[in-house]
């Protein structure tokens, strides 16, 4: 078994690439939950997710996940990379006859490249909003949805999304949302395997579950990529 490039013992390696990897899957989730609030519209629906952006940058709780989320993403997307390499490096010379579609599915073959392309998405996606919201010039949010002054101002994320995937305001606008909507599919195929492989290594994709498992990881490398791909595109169409 191959060890790792940051851990020493491979299966240490192997229950940290799991645990990060799982993790990362409960993120999505919440952060798809907020997301969604884009879909609201009018005053009540910016209210809404720019107090969802405070508290997510302000409450103490939640600012140490953050960091635990930061953390686990390089950990994964680091490990995970310099394994791959480790990995090719172990086997320079393809075998003779080797057919590796009837061992393997096409994702499990390319983590290594799929999770690059992630890392390349993460980073633009956090210097778009992230580092915007923390350290940019944003514009403010003043009243409420009723009209009412606000006692302490919001910063007014919802503007800032808004505008990115607006082509009057952003002329690549369309480029922004053709590249999100394909960092979703590389996620979908990435979940595809990850899933249900973050499982197996944990020792828990056994038995009755192990069907369950498999069908629940399909699902949601399905279903969470594509509700992420469809706001984007709601946004553009709305605004175009």
């Known amino acids: 078994m191959s060890r790792s490039a940051i851990l020493k013992s491979s ?15 409960v993120f999505l989730l919440g952060h798809l939950a907020g997301n969604l609030q884009l879909f609201m519209e009018g005053a009540a629906g910016e209210y809404q997710f720019n107090q969802y952006a405070k508290f997510m940058t302000t409450n103490p ?58 890392l390349a998405f993460i980073v633009t996606h956090m210097t778009n909003f992230w580092a915007v919201m923390h350290w ?29 995937f ?6 690549l606008a369309l480029l922004a949302t053709v590249l999100y909507v394909l960092s979703m599919v590389a996620i979908g195929f990435h979940l595809s395997h990850g899933f249900h492989s973050a499982f197996q290594s944990l ?9 369950l498992i498999m069908v629940a990881g399909k699902v949601f ?17 709305i605004q175009a």
């Open 61 to 118: 709780a939640v600012k140490l996940l953050s960091y635990l989320t930061y953390a686990s993403i390089l950990f994964h997307a680091i490990d995970g990379l310099l394994l791959t390499i480790q990995n090719k490096k172990a086997r320079p010379v393809n075998y003779a006859v080797f057919k590796a579609s009837a061992n393997s599915t096409w994702a499990s073959r390319n983590m290594g490249v799929l999770g690059t392309v992630l």
């Open 166 to 171: 607006n082509p009057a305001e952003n002329s």
């Open 136 to 164: 940019g010039e944003m514009p403010m949010q003043t009243v409420d949805p009723e009209g009412k002054l606000l006692e302490e101002p919001l910063k007014n994320l919802h503007m800032v999304v808004m505008n990115f």
């Open 203 to 211: 020792g828990l994709r056994t038995g009755k579950y192990g069907k």
């Open 11 to 25: 299966l240490a390696k192997k229950y940290w690439m799991s645990a990060t990897g799982l993790f990362l899957c």
């Open 221 to 237: 490398a399905i279903v969470v990529p594509a509700l992420f791909a469809i706001i984007p595109l709601y946004l553009y169409f």
